[in-house]
Nanobody, 125 residues
Framework: QAQLAESGGGLVQPGGSLKLTCAAS????????MGWFRQAPGKERELVAA????????YYTNLGKGRFTISRDYARNTVYLQMTSLKPEDTAVYYC??????????????????WGQGTQVTVSS
């Protein structure tokens, strides 16, 4: 059973930055397509960014393009999401996902097998 532990969320003022961390405990996640999603109240869960298992290839949706950076540390089996220039509309629960389907990019929630519990990001003055 994969375990994904997100951390780094919190309250930040507009224009601020946060770095989210997703620590994976399953060794095979080192070779797993992984993604960061977010879900705002009353909305569906949406992909922010995805990272492939090697190269790595990176994909951003419009939610994250230009302001967010996804990266991974294979040695630590960890994926990060650096978020800058945060806006109130970025307020959501952010989820890490692993074991993405064998195509690229994996953009749908159904394309990932394992999920973390989520970390709350609130952007407010």
């Amino acid at each position: 059973q994969a375990q994904l532990a997100e951390s780094g969320g919190g309250l930040v003022q507009p224009g601020g930055s946060l770095k989210l961390t997703c620590a994976a405990s399953r060794q095979t996640d080192r070779n797993s397509r992984m993604g960061w999603f977010r879900q705002a109240p009353g909305k569906e869960r949406e992909l922010v960014a995805a990272i492939s298992q090697s190269a790595p290839y990176i994909y951003y949706t419009n939610l994250g393009k230009g302001r967010f950076t996804i990266s991974r540390d294979y040695a630590r089996n960890t994926v990060y999401l650096q978020m800058t220039s945060l806006k109130p509309e970025d307020t959501a629960v952010y989820y890490c996902a692993a074991d993405g389907a064998p195509f690229w990019p994996v953009t749908e929630t159904t394309g990932y097998r394992y999920w973390g519990q989520g970390t709350q990001v609130t952007v407010s003055s």
